[in-house]
Each structure stands twice: as C-alpha cells, then as structure tokens.
C-alpha cells in the first residue's frame, strides 16, 4: 500500500489539483449530471467560464463536482476541502473542529461544520447486513454521556450497583454495536435499549445465518435463536472467551471510540452522538487491517459525498446548532 498523508502533494495547495482528485473520486472517468444523472455532459470552457463547470446536453443545467454533495454551496477553498478529507480519515480517533480550524486556517464555526459535513459523507445510507454463513457477528452494548432528555423510569424501578459500587447506566446514552468478526462495524444510538429494539438492530444490520456472540445479557437470548447459533460468554462470572466465542472485537471498538471521544472531541450533544458514531464505524470498516490506507479512506468518504446535502439547520433541527468540540 502507498504511504501515508504526503502534506507536499499539491492536492492540499492547489484549486485546479484539488478539483481534479474530486472529480476523479466522485466520478472516475464519466462525469454525471448532478441534477439528472445523465452521462452526456461536456465541460465549459474558455475565460467566459469559471473553472471546472460542466452542462448536461440532456437536462440544460450546469453543475460542478461540490454541487450534490455536502459540498455544496461552499465557500471553502476545494484543497481546504481535501486536505480536511484526508486528515479526518488519517486520523484513528478522530480530529477535533479546533484543530482543523487551527491546521486549515478556518473560523471554528467553519470548521466544526465542515467536520459534521464530512461526517455526513461518511455515513452510509444503505448498510449490507454483517456476516453470512459460516461467519460471526459480535454484538455489544455500551453506555456513553449523560443523557441529555433522559428517559422516563418506573416508580419502583431500582439501579442496582455494579461491582465497583457505582450506581448502573442510568441516565447515560445507550449505543448497541455490532462487529462482523475481522469485518466492519455498525453502531446506533437510541434511547433506550430494550430486547425488541436490539432485535430491531440486529436483524436489519446482521444476516441471521451468522454465529452471533454476546455477553449474557438478557437482551439477546429471544434474538439469538433467530441467527445460526447464539454463543455467549460469562462476563460477570470473570469469563472472556471460550474456545473463539468472545465480544473483544467489538469491545475493542467501543474503547477505540472513548478514547476519541475523550481524548479527541471531549464532549459531544446527545443530538449529535450518532453521527460521532458514523465516523468512528467508517474509519473501523475500511481500516489498513482490511487493506484500507489512509488515502484510499479518505477518497471513499469524498466518493460516498455524492447525493448528500447537509445545512447548517440540519444538523440541529431541535436545538441551535452550538458547536461541541
């Protein structure tokens, strides 16, 4: 695999290199009508024109590569653009909107909504189900943050404490992980977890001809009996693994994304939390241990750019949209 991110590459300095690795990673070779989809589209040129504007003969419109993407309506230089691609992906736990606002140049404002606006490409809109015959999906819970509308609880609902001491999750946001075993890795936030939201998650994110391995949580005894066989392991009894039944992939995800949280973005909004998760889902399914370098994740993200918008209203549709990190 090449090396890592080359600073010196003229991508990260020049309009027309910037534009050009755009072009070529959301569309190869054929250009397509950011309005239609048509692939029967030509380039203007000549000083009439500014650079890189292309008109479909089909539907008339004219179009340029940030247009239909979360680029859209920019006014960030386009090597701003790539450079904040590159160091978003390259980055294991994340980067912080301060220190793109201090590498880039940027306002804070700015820049925390550029990192929102790549995260937004990072997503995936449509996940293929983990697993499949023969392989193993892991499945795991974790509790992040104190929730911020936290949920109703029953009069006679007790917390009961954990070995340390320590009161239980109560109050803390629930997000419900699964690892395809050395494969890639959804994450979803919710407010609460219950077994019929994590049957939810599971069938709509895992192929039920999987081997599913968990903890011994009651979440998931009803579920397991849809997958190919249900495995557990005995947390609470000081069991980890047993032969190759064990939840350490995905355990080794949550802890890759506290310590970017804490480490990196320090606090986010729960509103905001998901998308957090995207980012961090992404960089674990296409990691250099799946043959994924830094480069090659951070043309995917501005590939995966095409069809999404994402204002600054949208990003916080309850709430002002304040910055968190």
Not at 62 to 79: A, D
Not at 192 to 208: F, I, Y
Not at 311 to 318: L, S
Request: glycine share 8%; hydrophobic share 35%; charged share 30%.
């Amino acid at each position: 695999m090449s090396a890592g991110l080359n600073l010196a590459d003229p991508i990260f300095h020049d309009e027309d290199k910037a534009r050009e690795w755009l072009e070529d990673a959301r569309w190869g070779d054929h250009p397509a009508c950011a309005h239609c989809g048509s692939l029967n589209v030509h380039r203007l040129e000549g000083e009439a024109h500014r650079a890189g504007v292309f008109k479909c003969r089909d539907c008339r419109e004219q179009f340029s590569v940030t247009v239909g993407s979360v680029m859209e309506r920019s006014h960030i230089p386009l090597h701003k653009w790539v450079l904040g691609f590159h160091l978003m992906n390259a980055s294991k736990k994340g980067m912080s909107a301060h220190q793109l606002h201090r590498t880039l140049g940027l306002t804070y404002k700015t820049a925390w909504f550029m990192a929102h606006r790549i995260r937004e490409a990072m997503r995936d809109p449509s996940p293929a189900p983990l697993g499949g015959a023969g392989k193993i999906v892991e499945a795991d819970e974790t509790y992040y943050g104190k929730q911020e509308m936290p949920q109703p609880r029953s009069r006679n609902a007790r917390t009961k404490p954990t070995k340390g001491g320590k009161v239980g999750p109560a109050g803390k946001r629930p997000i419900v992980a699964l690892v395809e075993r050395g494969g890639e890795a959804r994450a979803v936030h919710m407010p609460r977890v219950t077994a019929k939201n994590v049957r939810d998650v599971l069938v709509k994110h895992a192929d039920r001809k999987s081997r599913l391995h968990t903890d011994e949580s009651n979440l998931y005894p009803t579920v397991g009996d849809e997958f190919a066989k249900h495995e557990t392991v005995k947390h609470s009894a000081g069991e980890y693994v047993r032969g190759d039944v064990h939840t350490n992939s995905a355990e080794g995800f949550f802890g890759l994304f506290k310590r970017g949280m804490a480490g990196v973005y320090h606090h986010c909004g729960e509103q905001h939390l998901q998308r957090y998760l995207d980012e961090f889902s992404f960089r674990y399914s296409n990691r250099s241990k799946l043959g994924v370098n830094d480069a090659e994740r951070a043309r995917l993200a501005a590939k995966n750019a095409d069809g999404k918008r994402l204002t600054y209203r949208r990003i916080d549709d309850t709430q002002d949209a304040t910055p968190t990190d």
